[in-house]
């Protein structure tokens, strides 16, 4: 990964500069990467605060030979990657809150946003667009977002070198898809749940059209996850909001 290299000073979102190149054919492990997002993007629509040159903003082009309803699944190897690459980098281990937010004290400092292009059955590229939180102080974040938002800066107190970071996300990014590919989701999710401070865990989800409340017991082999409501019912939980709830 990363040995085509697209790098913007300035972009909009480089999600939507490697969606585009990667429609032209741009080779499996090409990274878009900038210093600041004019438009960053979040999941479920949301904007994506990118403005200060002092994170990660960088999207990662792959084409793995798996099945569109795999897909999701890389998100998850995703989120086990930037972990294993922040704790090797700064000793920090953050946690991983279902889907794709790595957080550290309770607090957001990684977003990740995959997207997939697919014919019918096979997937023509995944993109893997990654968000990190790294040299900002409190007050570069907007006030909206201060009280639920850190960098790794403010929790380790040392500026990070963010070249060395994106090197060993890359580094981890390849280990675990590879390991994804050759021996499938066991291995991964496995790495998952270790990192997780979701599962076991009462969580409310906010669905698109309900809330539910339960237990949050695992994922599945596709990255569903898996509530126990009080009925003992068990549903699969595919994209939501989710918070954890003290009782
Ligand atoms: C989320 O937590 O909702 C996901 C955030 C993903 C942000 C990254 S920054 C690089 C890439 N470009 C974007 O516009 N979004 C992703």
Not at 17 to 43: C, F, K, N, W
Request: a negative charge; one cysteine or more; charged letters at 20%.
């Amino acid at each position: 990964l990363g040995r085509t290299i697209l790098y913007y000073p300035v972009c909009d979102s480089t999600q939507n500069i490697a969606a585009e190149t990667a429609r032209d054919g741009a080779p499996h492990g090409t990274l878009v990467i900038t210093e600041v997002q004019t438009s960053g993007r979040g999941r479920l629509e949301r904007a994506w605060n990118s403005s200060a040159n002092k994170g990660i903003w960088m999207s990662v082009i792959i084409r793995p030979e798996i099945s569109p309803h795999q897909a999701p699944q890389f998100t998850l190897v995703s989120a086990v990657a930037i972990t294993k690459a922040i704790e090797s980098l700064t000793g920090c281990v953050p946690e991983i809150k279902w889907p794709n937010d790595l957080l550290i004290n309770g607090k957001k400092v990684t977003g990740i946003l995959t997207e997939l292009q697919a014919d019918m059955d096979r997937v023509q590229s995944i993109i893997i667009g990654i968000g990190v939180n790294v040299n900002q102080d409190s007050n570069s974040f907007n006030e909206s977002i201060q009280s639920i938002a850190t960098s790794l800066k403010m929790e380790t107190g040392i500026e990070i070198d963010r070249a060395a970071l994106v090197a060993k996300i890359l580094f981890y990014l390849e280990k675990y898809s590879r390991m994804y590919v050759e021996n499938g989701f066991e291995p991964i999710k496995l790495l998952w749940e270790s990192y997780s401070c979701t599962i076991g865990k009462r969580i409310r989800a906010s669905l698109l059209r309900e809330t539910l409340e339960g237990v949050a017991i695992g994922i599945t082999a596709d990255g569903v996850l898996e509530l126990r409501l009080d009925t003992g019912e068990i549903r699969g939980i595919y994209s939501a909001d989710i918070n954890l709830i003290d009782k």
